[in-house]
């Protein structure tokens, strides 16, 4: 059963316009989340988080939103670069010492 | 480069063996985390060591155990090899004991082909 569900495998966007990458998740109790971003033979680089006590936060092109009434967590990157093409995790911290991780949507930005 | 390395890169093996991957954390840390991704799946969490000591336990297989060493790095045994077991295993660590709000950070993990 999947309790962090990233719902599109793969999303192409064209460089400079934004891309929004969605995340759902199951249970109210977590309270924090994150997103790290992975390139082809490499592992998972943290890129921005959210506690739940927020709704958004940014760092330069990325921002994460936070709906915990829908239980839901979208990162936009504005404008997308070339180097933005990898796969992107969406995690989720009940607080524990757990993280638990969507499957992940590739990202493929188009020149 | 996260700091974190990971030995060996690829790894081919047979059903019924067993394999020892090795993670060397980021100076200074004390956590080390063992992650499976398989195809399709998201990154499973496995196990969590601090200080040498077993912190926290996830979805791993009486088949699999992992040690932390007095210098600090961490090897996960595999053993009795499924095909299942072919997967990407990743290490990660921090400088906390505690996984929430603190950032890991992870090697280029290990591919392991079980054939």
């Known amino acids: 059963d999947q309790q962090v569900k990233q719902n599109s495998p793969s999303l192409s966007v064209q460089e400079g316009r934004i891309s929004i990458l969605n995340c759902d998740y199951t249970n109210s109790m977590f309270d924090y989340f994150l997103w790290y971003k992975k390139y082809p033979a490499e592992g998972p680089t943290f890129l921005i988080s959210?506690?739940?006590?927020?709704d958004k936060n940014e760092d330069g092109r990325f921002t994460v939103f936070l709906n915990k009434s829908a239980k839901h967590l979208s990162l936009h990157i504005v404008p997308s670069q070339p180097g933005d093409s990898a796969v992107y995790f969406c995690a989720a911290n009940p607080g524990d010492d757990k993280i638990i991780f969507g499957k992940g949507t590739r990202l493929h930005i188009l020149p | 480069d996260s700091g974190v390395t990971q030995t060996p890169k690829h790894l081919i093996t047979a059903t019924g063996q067993r394999v020892t991957l090795r993670c060397s954390p980021r100076?200074?840390?004390?956590?080390v985390y063992w992650y499976q991704q398989s195809l399709d799946q998201g990154l499973q969490f496995l196990i969590q060591?601090?200080?040498?000591?077993?912190?926290a336990k996830g979805n791993i297989l009486e088949r699999f155990s992992a040690q932390q060493f007095p210098d600090l790095h961490s090897e996960l045994n595999l053993s009795s090899l499924e095909l299942g077991d072919s997967a990407l295993y990743f290490c990660a660590s921090s400088d906390s004991r505690d996984l929430a709000y603190n950032e890991q950070f992870f090697g280029p993990g290990t591919r392991l082909t079980v054939l």
């Open positions: 100076s200074g840390d004390l956590s």
């Open positions: 959210i506690s739940s006590i927020k």
């Open positions: 060591y601090y200080n040498g000591e077993e912190r």
